[in-house]
């Protein structure tokens, strides 16, 4: 963690003179990268993973034809990569299907990509926090038609569940995860420890962190998105020094303040 000769919080600005590794690009980098600035950090914006085509891209685009066709009463999505899958793929969700994402960084996702969202799990944002909300949201109709789309390394948690509450359920993958080299300065800057804080938002992103970058050194503060996250994190031998209160990026960025305070 930051140690007592690192930067010094200026009131208003919590973060002033710290740098911040965010290891996601796109909107949602963009947007973490202007909280960060708000609060007076730099924000470093390398992302550390990109997805790259599922190995069944015909799967994929026939899941794809029958959902803008509004075969699907539902479809879940369980990351804010899927959401990219999504985008470039110009996939079309009719008004009759309803979207259920996994936690707010992929709500906010799904929004900030014009799609709607209409549910998300208010407390547990995990698959097992949908399932639990689901039937209630659903008033318990049974069978609904649902199309989840995940990673090809992501447990089939959600799908299982909903098959098990019996809803017809056809699982798509619709990306593999890659690790993607950060810039040689800032794999240097994190070893000298001119890097404050490293945020952390998923088991993946846990893995590249490990192998491009540490060992951490023990003064930089190395933030995790959420319980699961850490656990990944730590069973990968990253140490993790905070947990968010929840699994959003407002809640990550608060937990480094904090820190920071």
Do not use: C
Not at 46 to 57: E, H, K, L
Not at 76 to 89: G, I, N, R
Not at 223 to 234: E, L, M, N, S, Y
């Amino acid at each position: 963690m930051t140690s007592s000769t690192g930067p010094i919080p200026v009131a208003g600005k919590p973060l002033a003179g710290w740098r911040v590794l965010v290891p996601r690009g796109g909107p949602w980098g963009d947007s973490v990268a202007a909280d960060l600035r708000s609060k007076g950090a730099s924000p470093i914006v390398a992302a550390m993973i990109n997805f790259a085509p599922t190995v069944d891209a015909p799967a994929l685009e026939a899941a794809l034809a029958r959902l803008a066709a509004g075969e699907f009463d539902w479809m879940t999505v369980t990351s804010a990569t899927t959401v990219d899958v999504l985008s470039a793929q110009r996939a079309v969700v009719p008004p009759t299907t309803r979207v259920a994402a996994v936690g707010e960084t992929t709500a906010a996702a799904l929004a900030a990509a014009g799609y709607k969202v209409d549910l998300v799990p208010s407390e547990d944002n995990s698959a097992r926090g949908l399932l639990e909300e689901w039937e209630t949201a659903t008033a318990g109709v049974v069978p609904l038609r649902v199309l989840t789309l995940r990673s090809e390394i992501a447990k089939p948690l959600l799908t299982e569940g909903l098959k098990r509450i019996g809803h017809d359920v056809e699982s798509v993958v619709a990306y593999r995860t890659i690790g993607v080299p950060v810039p040689e300065n800032v794999v240097s800057d994190v070893a000298d420890g001119l890097v404050q804080a490293i945020l952390v938002t998923s088991g993946s992103v846990a893995e590249q962190v490990q192998s491009q970058l540490g060992p951490i050194p023990e003064s930089t503060l190395v933030a995790a998105i959420g319980p699961q996250t850490a656990r990944d994190a730590r069973a990968l031998g990253l140490r993790v020094d905070v947990i968010a209160e929840e699994r959003t990026a407002a809640s990550l960025i608060a937990a480094v303040v904090a820190a920071a305070r």
